[in-house]
Each structure stands twice: as structure tokens, then as C-alpha cells.
């Protein structure tokens, strides 16, 4: 089969192969953490799975259009090849926003399990509805964008297609907006934990690193604007298809990260653990000591907190709030496997006596001390 490809085209395919590759390689540490570490695989977990196909069926469109005169001008590719091309972009359309919409799912799926609060399981529901009928209507618009089909890559055939311009960036607009959405869905709930300063800033920054999808959309817009006033599309569609295939990877990138702190954590401890994981110990001073004057003992106490991390696991973030004590916790979590296992706290409660009294008073405060403070 003749082919035709330009440095333009090769160029850009080359970023799309490092992108897809970047994201392929993110999926895959995700899975070995949530299937082999943490052993709890759940429906974001799968969604993912199934956006990252649908990131790899884009690929494979879009090396078909690099090879078939993506980058060239249209007076210089065969009608043959041009065919080819555009069939690979009308299948392109709607594949990219398959993958786009299932990686929102998979985010808010994650929300769903990660922030168990009443209000946010309502606002991810609702916003899952909104995304499923949305992703009906785009992926539906995108491969019926022209009556008959054939018309999108025949211009010459009767009939009728929908404006592009008005298709696609009301698409864009849609997708802006709920990434707006989805990036600050989580931050009031983070903002209420009970946590340090420093350790809350990093949490939220993991799951504002949704920003970059949102940067993208942004940037991409561009390219559309270019692509839909061009008057050579086969030239200047490059732009486009290389930020449709960035954006689709930077999200799938975005929604694992918050995944894989486990397997950060135990590759970098030093770096990525925190008090979810780690040891800390502190002994108050100074300790308080102090003389009986009834029985002339003197007592020495010291108090010890340790706050323990359990495995590397995700947790129901808002059972960490202020409304809940650290006993509840205990009681409700700690005795089960399956239950909460991230942060146990303890504290040591060690006292010393000395006694001044002749050594044979058996009856007096040693056996006393040793009734009183047996625990």
C-alpha cells in the first residue's frame, strides 16, 4: 500500500509515542500497587484500564494519518492517501474523546472511594451522570458528524455535515469546565482533615496536579482555532492531533498518580513517606515529678506518644477529621484486617516510685504501688 509521511507529521508522532508511553508505563505501576501492594483493585482502577486502550487505539489512528500525508499539503497527497488519512481522523474523533471521558469517570470513581462524605458522593454521582450523557452525545456527534458518513472524507458526496468549528469547541468548552470541576471537587474535603500543615499542602498538591489536564485543554484550543479557519487542514491539522494526544495521556498520567504513592513510598521512603506510613516519637519534658508527703515516695512519670502508620493503603480520608476521636477510630478500625489501617496513635504512660520507708513495711507502699498502678 502507498504511503506518505513529512517530517512534520514524524515529528509530532514522535511525541505522541513518548506520551503514550509515559502514560502505559504510569497504568502499569498503578495496577502492580493496587493489585500486588495494596490488593484492593477497584472500578477506577478498571476504568483506567479501559481509557488507556482507548489512548492506544488513538495511537495507532493517528500513525495511519502520519502516514498518509498528515503534515503534507493537500494539492500534494494522492486522493487515495487522502482518503485513507481522513478515515483515520473520522475514526480518531471520537476514539480521543472516548478515552478523555472515561479518565474523568475513573477520577471521580476514585473520589467516590477515596472521600466517603454524603455530599461528595452526591456531587461525583451527578457529575458522572452529566459525563455519561455527555460522552453519549460527543462520541455519537463525532462519528455521525456528516449524513451520509462518507461525506466527512468526500466532500463531493450530497448531503449535510455539522459545523466543525461549533462542534469542537463546544466540546473543548465542555471538557474545560468539568476539569475546572474535577479539580477542586476534593479540596474543601482535604482542607477539612485533621493533618500537618505541611502533609495537608502535599495532599492537595498531588490532587491538584489535575491542573496540567486542564493546561492542555487550554493550549489545545489553539490548534482547533488554526485547524478550523486553515485552508490547507492536512498541513496544519498536525497541531491539533499532537495536543488530542497529549492531553488524553496527561490525564490518564494525572488520575494515577494519587494511586502510586504506595509504591513511591517503599521505592523513595525518604522522600514520599509520610505520617501514613511513618514513625514518629515524642517524649513531653519536662516530666513531672513530685514527693508523696503521707508516705515519702517519690514519683517520676514520663509520657510517650507515637503516632504509627499502618500499610500502604488508601483510606477513607474524612473518617480523619476532627469530628471523629482518635478512640472511635480505634475501636470502629483497628480491630479488623480489612478496616482502617492508617494512623494508630499510643501513648506510654511509665511511672517510678522510690520508697524511704524501712524495708520490712511489706504491707506498705510497695505493694500498694504495685495494686494502685497495675493496669
Not at 325 to 333: G, V
Request: glycine letters at 6%; proline letters at 4%.
Amino acid at each position: 500500500m502507498t504511503t506518505l509521511s513529512t517530517p512534520r507529521g514524524r515529528s509530532a508522532l514522535a511525541v505522541s509515542i513518548v506520551f503514550t508511553s509515559l502514560a502505559t508505563a504510569m497504568v502499569l505501576v498503578r495496577i502492580y500497587t493496587r493489585a500486588v501492594m495494596v490488593k484492593q483493585m477497584g472500578p477506577d482502577d478498571y476504568t483506567i484500564l479501559i481509557s488507556l486502550a482507548f489512548s492506544w487505539a488513538f495511537f495507532g489512528l493517528y500513525v495511519g494519518e502520519v502516514y498518509h500525508g498528515l503534515g503534507e499539503s493537500y494539492a500534494l497527497i494522492p486522493a487515495a492517501i487522502f482518503k485513507t488519512q481522513m478515515l483515520c481522523f473520522w475514526a480518531s474523533v471520537p476514539i480521543y474523546q472516548s478515552s478523555l471521558i472515561t479518565t474523568k469517570l475513573s477520577i471521580l470513581l476514585q473520589y467516590r472511594r477515596v472521600f466517603s462524605t454524603p455530599r461528595m458522593r452526591l456531587a461525583c454521582n451527578l457529575l458522572i451522570g452529566f459525563l455519561a450523557l455527555y460522552g453519549t452525545w460527543t462520541v455519537v456527534s463525532a462519528w455521525a458528524n456528516c449524513v451520509p458518513l462518507a461525506k466527512f472524507w468526500d466532500d463531493t458526496i450530497p448531503g449535510f455535515c455539522f459545523n466543525k468549528e461549533a462542534l469542537w469547541f463546544s466540546n473543548s468548552a465542555i471538557h474545560i469546565l468539568t476539569d475546572i470541576l474535577i479539580l477542586i471537587y476534593p479540596m474543601p474535603v482535604l482542607k477539612s482533615l485533621q493533618l500537618p500543615k505541611r502533609q495537608k499542602v502535599a495532599l492537595m498538591g498531588v490532587f491538584a496536579l489535575g491542573g496540567f489536564v486542564l493546561l492542555t485543554s487550554i493550549l489545545r484550543l489553539r490548534s482547533i482555532y488554526v485547524i478550523t479557519h486553515s485552508s490547507d487542514p492536512t498541513y496544519d491539522n498536525v497541531g491539533a492531533a499532537e495536543w488530542s494526544a497529549i492531553e488524553c495521556n496527561v490525564a490518564i498520567i494525572c488520575a494515577s498518580l494519587p494511586s502510586i504513592r504506595p509504591f513511591l513510598s517503599n521505592l523513595l521512603p525518604h522522600i514520599f513517606s509520610t505520617g501514613s506510613n511513618g514513625y514518629r516519637s515524642r517524649t513531653t519534658r519536662p516530666s513531672r515529678t513530685g514527693r508523696s508527703h503521707l508516705t515519702g515516695t517519690f514519683t517520676n512519670t514520663q509520657v510517650q506518644a507515637s503516632v504509627i502508620g499502618g500499610h500502604d493503603r488508601d483510606y477513607d480520608l474524612d473518617k480523619l477529621s476532627a469530628s471523629q476521636s482518635s478512640f472511635d477510630n480505634h475501636d470502629k478500625y483497628g480491630g479488623s484486617k480489612d478496616g482502617f489501617s492508617g494512623i494508630k496513635v499510643t501513648t506510654f504512660v511509665t511511672q517510678e516510685s522510690t520508697s524511704h520507708q524501712a524495708p520490712n513495711d511489706e504491707t506498705g507502699s510497695t505493694k500498694d504501688l504495685v495494686r494502685e498502678h497495675s493496669f
